[in-house]
């Protein structure tokens, strides 16, 4: 898919944001902070461990949930802040099937509640639902998935937070050729939804199709196209080819991941077509025992929200150690340029994290992520803090 910084599932994980003019939450009203201590308090202690419901063979049923409070020094993300400090309760339901067989899949629905303390007509409750699937005997994958997620939250191209609904399926397949070579294919469709003048509705749907030959034995190399079809209701509709080249597998026993590289083409209805370079790679290496590093690179055709012909150059890192048995910390940063073909436009995001494993049914999480983004549109820059403190509970 084109990179529009879209949300699957969530776009950005809002976590408590801080206002940069103060090492201190937001402005010191005592409303905030004695909601903030009193739900500070309720994720370290709430929670009992219980356990999970057995639906026949292979099959579970568990109980989920998420409280959370974010600090978002800019909720907007608009050159003028506001801050707030939001409430996230989020109660959901995981049904996971097919245990140690061939055909495992899971079912996975929650209700989000965000509730802002300044601004609460921004108030949403928001349904998400998603089921995955995939059959593995050897020889043959297959892979389907479904999801649809009411949404409203900012991204570089989707600000005042901008309520829109996202569909999403998914299906694909590879199969054994022979001892050396195999062929996959698989179909994209997504469709999104805006409910706000100004945005448009869009519908995309992706077909990719590989051929690998096992060049080691870990180590296959691989020639593919994709295609990509994209009807929007504002701006114009566009058509993708992808002709690539690349490589997958274990290239060293501490360096996993894949890449291809190629030509990509963007045919437009009316303006013509425009031509540059594709890559898609994401790689992991193994530190040490417990400390991973993980890196990313992608340039691909999209289209803003506002209908916009944009080419998306993106990098991306993120450092994973776990310092101890129950406590892991995480960092990364994540750059991407945006260009309009009229002007370049740079966003950069770096994240702070830890969990901690209180017992197999309660993790504590906490986070800080800042984010930048310099324009040379007037207006369209902002600056973003966001510290947040979660618990997620699975019973």
Not at 131 to 136: A, E, G, L, P, Q
Not at 175 to 190: C, K, R, Y
Not at 204 to 212: A, E, Q
Request: net charge negative; charged share 20%; no cysteine.
């Amino acid at each position: 898919m084109g990179l529009r910084m879209m949300d699957m599932g969530r776009p950005f994980e809002f976590p408590l944001h801080l206002n940069t003019h103060s090492i201190f939450p937001v402005k010191p009203h005592a409303m905030k902070k004695l909601i903030g201590a009193a739900i500070l308090s309720s994720l370290v202690t709430a929670g009992q461990a219980a356990p999970f419901m057995a639906i026949g063979d292979g099959a579970e049923l568990f109980l989920t949930g998420t409280l959370g409070v974010r600090v978002d020094d800019n909720i907007f993300l608009t050159g003028n802040a506001t801050d707030d400090i939001i409430v996230d309760v989020t109660p959901g339901v995981d049904l996971t099937f097919g245990k140690d067989a061939q055909v495992q899949g899971a079912l996975t629905l929650s209700h989000a509640f965000a509730t802002y303390i300044d601004n609460d007509e921004l108030n949403t409750n928001l349904f998400s639902g998603d089921f995955v699937t995939r059959f593995d005997d050897g020889k043959m994958k297959l892979n389907f998935n479904v999801g649809f997620h009411e949404l409203n939250q900012n991204t570089p191209d989707v600000q005042r937070l901008t309520r829109r609904d996202v569909f999403n399926t998914a299906a694909s397949g590879e199969v054994e050729i022979s001892q050396l070579t195999s062929v996959g294919a698989g179909v994209n469709f997504n469709r999104e939804d805006y409910k706000r003048t100004g945005y448009t509705d869009s519908e995309s749907l992706t077909v990719p199709i590989d051929f690998y030959y096992k060049w080691r034995p870990k180590v296959d190399l691989s020639i593919g196209y994709r295609y990509r079809d994209y009807e929007v209701d504002i701006g114009q509709d566009s058509s993708d080819h992808y002709l690539n080249v690349g490589a997958r597998g274990d290239f060293t026993p501490k360096l996993t991941g894949r890449f291809t590289v190629g030509f990509n083409r963007r045919s437009l209805d009316v303006s013509g077509d425009k031509n540059g370079f594709g890559l898609d790679a994401s790689f992991a290496y193994e530190v040490s025992p417990k400390t991973s590093l993980q890196v990313g690179a992608s340039n691909d055709y999209g289209t803003s929200p506002q209908g916009a012909q944009q080419e998306n150059l993106t990098f991306n890192a993120r450092v994973v150690s776990k310092i101890a048995d129950d406590w892991s910390v995480n960092g990364g940063v994540s750059f991407r340029q945006i260009d309009y073909f009229s002007r370049k436009d740079d966003f950069w995001e770096a994240t702070l994290g830890t969990s901690y494993i209180v017992n197999a049914n309660i993790t504590i999480l906490g986070a800080y992520v800042h984010r930048d983004y310099a324009s040379d549109l007037g207006g369209a820059d902002f600056k973003n803090n966001v510290f947040s403190i979660s618990a997620n509970f699975r019973y």
